[in-house]
């Protein structure tokens, strides 16, 4: 395993060069304003909207993203994924031979969705948080660890320009992993569908269904089910399973032992597995895509029903007696 820190960035990199950044979400925003900060020259792309409102009145030029690529000695693609094979083709004819394609999250170079020009360095930086926190964090002269990848080296240069990028938006502060594009995607998806939100979601659920289907009363079962999960999350986060250990009362922990194991058990673990296996093999990517082109249908039906469960109703309610939830509250 590699860790980069700005020790090994080779500031000559992009020294003088012409960002381009594709989009202004949240990771686009983020980007872009640290690496104006940085003393980087950047210039935004995206269609006039509120995102071409909102990078103006953060003091960024911005332009179409066909215009505003032309001349860029990086290209940042930032918008969606679902987005970004239109946007390339519309870059295409802009894009300066040994110009670098730089991406967040592998997917459409992964999948196939975009097949980059011989003559483009094509790398990867993907910061570990979302866009808000890469910029709060820049902000404090901390940084948000990320991972670096070179699918493509035309100049021989890609990789000292990727590392650079990610100094630029304050990743090399918290340390800069080595991966490749295959591996980004697969963990990424995976982590999303099977533990962050697609199993933690459904076993929040579950557990609230449960309690309510025995008696007990919604509001409690949210409590205990969802609204108890942060504190948890919270010390994970901080300082892994040996934190939530040490703060948590000992009934929690005997529970957490003999009882846990029941709920995630192997059977969990195979079907985890076959999650892999067809993101791996491209199947959940083919579908995704798929449902994409045709209308997103059974998407829109689905969430409809997520969003539709008791525990959001109940939840707004008891939210509602809660705004210190809100941040920016009191």
């Known amino acids: 395993m590699r860790i980069y820190s700005r020790k090994d960035v080779d500031r000559k990199a992009l020294k003088g060069a012409r960002i381009c950044v594709l989009g202004y979400g949240s990771q686009g925003r983020a980007h872009a304003l640290n690496l104006k900060d940085s003393g980087y020259d950047v210039v935004v792309g995206v269609r006039k909207g509120d995102s071409w409102k909102k990078a103006k009145r953060d003091g960024l030029p911005v332009a179409e993203p066909a215009k505003a690529t032309v001349g860029a000695d990086l290209v940042a693609m930032l918008a969606p994924d ?13 894009l300066k031979p040994g110009a670098a394609l730089l991406f967040a999250h592998g997917f459409n170079v992964h999948f196939g969705q975009i097949k980059p020009r011989k003559d483009l360095d094509v790398v990867l930086i993907a910061p570990k948080g979302p866009g808000d926190l890469v910029r709060r964090q820049y902000q404090q002269g901390r940084g948000v660890p990320c991972l ?95 934190k939530m250990h040490k703060f948590i009362s000992e009934t ?57 469960h008791p525990i959001e109703k109940v939840g707004a309610k008891l939210r509602e007696r809660m705004p210190w939830l809100e941040q920016g509250k009191a």
């Open 82 to 94: 679902l987005a970004q094979a239109d946007v390339y083709k519309q870059i295409l004819p802009s």
């Open 148 to 242: 670096i990848a070179v699918a493509q080296d035309a100049t021989g240069k890609a990789h000292a320009k990727a590392l650079a990028y990610a100094d630029g938006i304050g990743g090399t502060r918290g340390g800069v992993l080595e991966t490749t594009f295959a591996e980004e995607t697969e963990t990424d998806l995976f982590g999303e569908q099977a533990v962050l939100c697609g199993g933690a979601t459904e076993l929040v659920v579950k557990g609230f269904e449960t309690l309510v289907e025995a008696g007990y009363q919604p509001e409690v079962a949210y409590y205990e089910c969802l609204h108890e999960l942060k504190l948890i999350v919270d010390l994970l986060h901080e300082g892994g399973i040996a």
């Open 252 to 308: 929690a922990k005997y529970g957490d032992l003999t009882r846990g194991p029941r709920v995630v058990n192997a059977a969990t673990k195979k079907e985890m597995k076959k999650i892999l296996t067809e993101i791996q093999q491209g199947k959940f990517a083919r579908q995704w895509i798929k449902e994409n082109k045709t209308g997103r249908r059974k998407y829109q039906k689905l969430l409809d029903k997520d969003l539709a």
